[in-house]
């Protein structure tokens, strides 16, 4: 299961009826660093509570990617304000100095908390705590590429975790376009020579989408074949992610 060291970690990668023969980049033979297919993405490792002093909290392992998220609240805002009927949601996005290969690499990427709220303000029901508010603090203790897509997919484990009501769970996954290929889940080094990268968050019961970035010059069909990928992906994302809740939750009752 999800929730556990001892077994097999769960893969979610693209039905195989959105896979498409590709060519490849620098030469035939070419494969990516850690042996996967262009299309294949990372084993997902998740576990809750991870935080005792935390409201609710969360840990992610995708690869080399290893993230920490704790929610506290819902508390009282400290910021004087009139008061509202909706609640309050703070996100922050922060790295260990020894994240990255080079020392406090990642506080170069500041504008990753306000893309953290933006994913995540359109699933939280935010009326069900008026005059409060949320914290969200994620730290990413270890960079190994597409490091958003899974700081955001632990965050919403972590809301889940501490209670808070939500419309569904949020699931991103990013890719990269190297050349012709569209590879999905990058890891770090991967993402040093991509040509262009896309990122999808979604709530996949609804089937909608939170969150769009694309960097790079995309053609429509490469943008409509890249997104199927990404949200089939944020799919299977979703189950793993389901699966460690329940589990949790049985484990909790036991």
């Known amino acids: 299961m999800a929730g556990r060291r001892g077994t097999n970690p769960t893969t979610y990668s693209p039905s195989l009826k959105t896979q498409k023969t590709r060519s490849t980049i620098f030469k035939d033979d070419w494969v990516r660093p850690d042996g996967r297919g262009f299309q294949q993405c990372r084993p997902a490792f998740f576990r809750t509570s991870a935080v005792t002093a935390a409201s609710g909290s ?3 392992e995708f690869g080399n990617t290893k993230v920490i998220v704790s929610v506290f609240g819902p508390r009282e805002s400290k910021k004087a304000m009139m008061y509202s009927d909706i609640g309050r949601l703070n996100c922050n996005v922060s790295y260990t100095t020894f994240a990255t290969p080079v020392r406090a690499q990642g506080s170069d990427r500041k504008d990753f908390s306000s893309m953290l709220h933006k994913a995540l303000e359109g699933a939280v029901i935010l009326e069900t705590f008026p005059k409060t508010t949320v914290d969200v603090f994620a730290l990413v203790l270890e960079s190994g590429g597409s490091d958003l897509p899974v700081v ?3 965050a919403s484990l972590a809301l889940a975790d501490a209670g808070i009501l939500m419309y569904d769970l949020v699931t991103s996954v990013s890719l990269s376009c190297l050349g012709k290929n569209l590879v999905i889940d990058p890891i770090l080094e991967e993402e040093s ?7 999808i968050t979604c709530m996949p019961s609804r089937y909608e989408v939170t969150q769009l970035t694309i960097t790079g010059e995309w053609s429509t069909p490469k943008i409509n074949e890249g997104m199927q990928l990404c949200l089939d992906a944020c799919s299977k994302l979703a189950n793993i992610m389901r ?3 329940k589990e949790a939750t049985t484990t909790s009752q036991e």
Request: with cysteine; charged share 5%.
């Open 243 to 245: 699966s460690c809740l």
């Open 193 to 199: 020579y991509q040509d262009g990268s896309l990122m």
């Open 152 to 154: 955001i997919s632990c």
């Open 58 to 60: 969360a840990y992610a």
